[in-house]
């Protein structure tokens, strides 16, 4: 079978980038269109990521609710 199928846009990446802020970090997972990943990037390289939106998001579970933020990006561009 031919991914992405006719019609679908093109096959997500999810990548892991570390945002640091005061000292403090943490990862966010960002979903990212194949062709908006730079050829060559090599794990631990310095992004920008273009065109970013968060969306919040939350589901219930009987008595427990979860909720959060999920991120995604038209692409990635190598930070100078």
């Known amino acids: ?15 892991n980038l570390v945002e640091s802020l005061d ?10 269109p194949e062709s908006g990943v730079p ?6 390289s ?7 939106i968060a969306s919040p998001w939350a589901n219930s579970f009987g008595d427990q609710v979860n909720s959060g933020l999920s991120y995604r990006a038209e692409g990635l ?3 100078k």
């Open 1 to 15: 079978m031919n991914w992405p199928p006719t019609g679908f846009r093109a096959r997500p990446n999810i990548v």
């Open 23 to 32: 000292g403090r970090a943490q990862v966010i997972k960002v979903t990212i």
């Open 39 to 44: 050829e060559g990037l090599a794990p631990g």
């Open 46 to 52: 310095a992004v920008k990521p273009l065109g970013m």
């Open 77 to 79: 561009e190598v930070a």
